[in-house]
């Protein structure tokens, strides 16, 4: 199974994200949304989950979890097991790739 689109599209998700998240931050007069403005742009961005984790309100918190799905995913690239199911290590069905690319479980396991 060729994943290079998967791993194109996860590139250019995570692109947008970190704009989405650097753009609402930059909107925010809060001052704690500021705080961690500064805080975001001095750290790698597979570091921004831990160092959002004090930060978050509810609009960070799904932000959050959008880019922790997408950091996992790129993950599995890194270690070769992309496209196989966190849970029995089954092949996830292309079309569950092909809608979400940040997929962890094949359908069996993900309705269990």
């Known amino acids: 199974m060729n994943f290079q689109d998967h791993e194109y599209k996860l590139a250019h998700m995570r692109t947008e994200l970190v704009q989405k998240i650097l753009t609402y931050l930059k ?30 309100c509810k609009s ?3 932000l959050d979890t959008e880019l922790q799905a997408i950091l996992a995913a790129q993950s ?22 092909y809608s979400d690319p940040t997929t962890q479980y094949c359908l069996e396991c993900q309705t269990k």
């Open 27 to 56: 909107s925010s007069a809060a001052a704690e949304n500021l705080e961690l403005l500064h805080r975001l742009e001095n750290t790698p961005v597979e570091q921004w989950p831990e160092a959002m984790g004090i930060y978050l």
């Open 60 to 62: 960070l918190h799904e």
């Open 76 to 97: 599995q690239f890194d270690i070769g097991q992309y496209g196989y199911c966190a849970s029995c290590e089954k092949k996830i069905e292309p079309h569950r790739l």
